[in-house]
């Protein structure tokens, strides 16, 4: 069974445990690393749905806005970067969220 298959399951008979959303956050951490973004995407989704108010989700927010970018869908990584600084204004990260939100923006503006 691949893992894919394997944390389906897991999600559909047990979505709230702390097990799903390991896996699902740790899949998406695995493909954004191997530039597979649509499958970091939708895990990652997957995961903000299942997941409370932990950490996890300021980097799920954070890599959400990288791969949309990476994608090219800039109107998606704009919102998910202005959902980061929104929850998470005080994270590490914020700086970062603001820089590559700005660059995103000019390239909005000549477009």
Known sequence: MR??????????????????????????????????????I???????????????????LYDLGRCYKAMGNLDMAVAKYNQFLDQCSEHPYSTMARKRLARIQRLLKRQ
């Open 42 to 60: 939708t895990y990652f989704e997957t995961y903000l749905e299942i997941a409370s108010e932990e950490e996890d989700v300021c980097y799920a």
């Open 3 to 40: 893992i894919e298959q394997a944390h389906t399951a897991l999600v559909g008979n047990y979505p709230q445990s702390h097990w799903s959303k390991d896996v699902c956050f740790k899949l998406a951490q695995k493909y954004t690393r191997e530039n597979r973004c649509a499958d970091a």
